[in-house]
């Protein structure tokens, strides 16, 4: 059973920097493709960022240019480097492990990000 655990959320001013964190257990996290997903209060989950296995990157447009999403396969970890962020970004960030080739998908529980002055 796969288990991912985000880290790295708080409250930030407008403006800052956070850093998420993912962790996945087990071994398939090499043969996965990784993204980071956000629910805002009120709206439906939206796609952030993604990697994929050979690492290639995309963004959704309203971070592109802010976020940087990038992965450690040594240590079956993933990241979600957040600049210049803004009220808007509030939500709680979920991190997602696509398996390949079967294509299941597993989530973390979230962790919060809060943007406020």
């Known amino acids: 059973q796969v288990q991912l655990v985000e880290s790295g959320g708080g409250l930030v001013q407008p403006g800052g920097s956070l850093r998420l964190s993912c962790a996945a257990s087990?071994?398939?996290?090499?043969?996965?493709?990784m993204a980071w997903y956000r629910q805002a209060p009120g709206k439906q989950r939206e796609w952030v960022a993604r990697i994929t296995v050979g690492a290639i990157v995309n963004y959704a447009d309203s971070v592109k240019g802010r976020f940087t999403i990038s992965r450690d396969n040594s240590k079956n970890m993933v990241y979600l480097q957040m600049t210049s962020l803004k009220p808007e970004d509030t939500a709680i960030y979920y991190c997602?492990?696509?398996?390949?080739?079967?294509?299941?998908?597993?989530w973390g529980q979230g962790t919060q990000v809060t943007v406020s002055a």
């Open positions: 997602l492990l696509n398996r390949l080739p079967a294509n299941e998908n597993y």
């Open positions: 087990g071994t398939i996290f090499r043969i996965s493709n």
